[in-house]
DNA sequence: CGATCTCCTTGACCCAGATCAAATGGGACC
DNA sequence: GGTCCCATTTGATCTGGGTCAAGGAGATCG
């Protein structure tokens, strides 16, 4: 942990946020800006990162670990709304306040900028702020879809669905199998996955063991998974057409 | 209908995209630049706007009616994603298709730009931009937001998230009463509601008898709809923070 | 004035998924 | 090895909302 962190800070090289955020087409003298106002934030696991209403002081993207953003009801029923592996980006420039809690699922590095300068920049460099537009509406589509599964997919669809985003999400050269097989390690708890999907821990452990018995994953231990026909999982998750969770 | 387009191509002034779109922070001279490529359409109640998958020749904002964004899975499944209220926009600059179906579910006047000056125009001026990432991080909470309904409120608290969400946008001084009363009109058939909340028109159609007999609504015909106290009302929806639905 | 169409309501029954409860299976730590 | 402490699985039962089916209530039209 120490170590990836230290490697970053040298130079940002292996740091997503360069690849896939606000810096993908940023001039250097920008990206040195951006360095001015960057820091790195380390969590633990179960660390809630930002609660619901909060001022938040910086926006960021995660460097390594696992995020989720939840909605909750005062009676404690809860709803996930987003999940951020590294790359994503968190914050809401120009927004006061955060509309949900962010919390660490697994111990978690965060890539982060001073919220009132990156205003400032974004005020700036309108490329930064074009950039940012093309990922919020990525996560609307995403969100959107997300909508279909909560309110029309049966549990099965919904276990399928969530399993296939993983496994795209995850798809590194290399974990590619020879055929259209994946492997992959859930990143999240039967009870997490549950709250993805608006179902009870129970019924998830349920429809995943269906779903192996079936023959459409395999699973070693609990969070290891192998799909042996990800045509087959697309199939189950009753879209063929399919777009990813972006969180 | 007629009129209303005449009084708005003369000079705007009557046009929800100055008060709360793109334009609300724009000098004469961009304004004027607007002007240039605007344009009006009108829908029939029930045509589809824009098709999944097309790509757009334009984007803008609804002048008057109510349209929808659905998303529908092959077997004929639909979920309603977003609800299109008079000065809501419409379009995805910077993005080739449409992800969702719009439908037009009265019949619909939207004040159009031509897209391609559009997008132009966004990366000369930033604060146009800007504008527009506000307006889709607030659709991103309003969605986020729906997540939650769908997947985690009962059919009963679904149907009263809706109505006092319809209830907050038709809050016009002079419907509401002297008290914490509240009259509308419902723009929704009782089918467009259940694929809002992801049920059947049958289960929506016996929760607002079910609300109806509690005291909670009071109808006069099928969708003239008045609630005495919003208090209760939001409180029979699970919430008493709230937020809006957007679209 | 009926005839028809569309939207809505209500009833009867059923099932997917929730709820309640108990058992299993690793890790980590002593 | 033993014993917590988890996450997870599996079983038994219940129920909210889906499904199927039969009216009713306005509109519009001849």
């Given at each position: 942990m120490t170590v990836l962190l230290d490697t970053i800070s040298?130079?940002?090289?292996?740091?997503p946020i360069r690849h896939?955020?606000?810096?993908?087409?940023?001039?250097p003298d920008e990206l040195d800006e951006l360095e001015q106002i960057k820091f790195y934030r380390t969590f633990e696991a179960g660390q809630t990162i930002i609660w619901s209403g909060d001022k938040m002081a910086f926006v960021g993207s995660v460097v390594s670990g696992i995020a989720t953003l939840t909605q909750a009801m005062e009676d404690g029923r809860t709803q996930m709304v987003g999940l951020l592996l590294p790359s994503d980006f968190v914050g809401r420039p120009?927004?006061?306040?955060?509309?949900y809690n962010v919390v660490a699922n697994t111990d978690l590095v965060m890539c982060c900028f001073r919220k009132k300068p990156f205003e400032d920049m974004m005020v700036r460099t309108p490329h930064v702020a074009q950039r940012l537009l093309e990922m919020t509406l990525d996560e609307l589509d995403a969100a959107r879809e997300w909508m279909l599964v909560l309110g029309r997919k049966t549990a099965r669809e919904k276990i399928a669905s969530l399993l296939s985003i993983i496994a795209r999400r995850d798809?590194?050269?290399?974990?590619?199998?020879?055929?259209d097989q994946m492997v992959f390690d859930l990143p999240l708890t039967r009870e997490a996955m549950a709250d993805y999907l608006g179902l009870t821990l129970e019924t998830v452990s349920r429809q995943m063991s269906a779903l192996r018995k079936d023959g459409v994953i395999e699973l070693a231990g609990k969070r290891h998974v192998t799909v042996p026909d990800m045509g087959r999982l697309m199939e189950e998750a009753g879209d063929d057409s399919d777009g990813g969770m972006l969180g």
């Open positions: 040298q130079n940002c090289s292996e740091c896939r955020a606000v810096c993908a087409r940023c001039e120009g927004r006061e306040g955060a509309a798809a590194t050269p290399g974990k590619r199998g020879p055929t």
